[in-house]
């Protein structure tokens, strides 16, 4: 199983954002996401999720409203679009996958997930 998480960059406060997520090694979508982020000098932070199959999504109260989760089945790809861009947003931002065959079922605990992307640096400036 691999992950490739990209989208980052450097972006302005009330800006836009969109993360990829690019899953290989799973078969179909049986599988959950999650994305985390760690800022600098904090430990790292579950910020949304996502089940297999869409069947469920859930977001830490700090993004709700400004964060979405979404998947392309076609591409394996999951997405993070986040809107309304904060400076306490910025961080290395992570996702991670776990086979799944329960529906409805994802959480943003990191010691749920067993397979991990490569970081990717948002930056959001005041």
């Known amino acids: 199983v691999q992950l490739q998480a990209s989208g980052g960059g450097l972006v302005q406060t009330g800006d836009s954002a969109r993360l990829s997520c690019a899953v290989s090694?799973?078969?179909?979508?049986?599988?959950?996401i999650g994305w985390f982020r760690q800022a600098p000098g904090k430990e790292r932070e579950g910020v949304s999720c996502v089940s297999r199959s869409d069947s469920g999504t859930y977001y830490v109260e700090s993004v709700k409203g400004r964060f979405t989760i979404s998947r392309d089945k076609a591409k394996n790809t999951v997405y993070l679009q986040m809107n309304s861009l904060k400076p306490e947003d910025t961080g290395v931002y992570y996702c991670?996958?776990?086979?799944?065959?329960?529906?409805?079922?994802?959480?943003?605990?990191?010691?749920?997930?067993?397979?991990w992307g490569q970081g990717t640096q948002v930056t959001v400036s005041s």
């Open positions: 991670a996958a776990r086979g799944i065959l329960k529906r409805g079922e994802c959480h943003v605990g990191s010691r749920w997930y067993d397979y």
């Open positions: 090694g799973f078969n179909g979508d049986y599988y959950a």
